[in-house]
């Protein structure tokens, strides 16, 4: 069964930064890319953050220069560092492969003042 758990969402003034992370449990881990997305109200839920399994990474536009993603194969770890946090980055994050295969519960991340 593939699960994945994310926390470290929270409230957080503009500017302000947060450290996601998700755990997951998912046979393979190593071998596959992993990601962070997110999904704002009204929105659609976009891609923001890719890691492959080799440690090559991407970002989404609106978060390049200000988010790092990061994974730890050991622990089956996936890790999202969110810096100079805007209001626009509001929205509810979640983990999962690249391709998504599944979903977890999701983090809530609010920017505001």
């Known amino acids: 069964q593939v699960q994945f758990v994310e926390s470290g969402g929270g409230l957080v003034q503009p500017g302000g930064s947060l450290r996601l992370s998700c755990a997951a449990s998912v046979t393979g881990f190593s071998l596959f890319g992993m990601g962070w997305y997110r999904q704002a109200p009204g929105k659609q839920r976009e891609l923001v953050a890719h890691i492959s399994n080799g440690g090559s990474t991407n970002y989404a536009d609106s978060v390049k220069g200000r988010f790092t993603i990061s994974r730890d194969n050991a622990k089956k770890m996936v890790y999202l560092q969110m810096n100079s946090l805007n209001p626009e980055d509001t929205a509810v994050y979640y983990c999962?492969?690249?391709?998504?295969?599944?979903w977890g519960q999701g983090t809530q991340v609010t920017v505001s003042s």
């Open positions: 999962s492969r690249v391709p998504a295969i599944s």
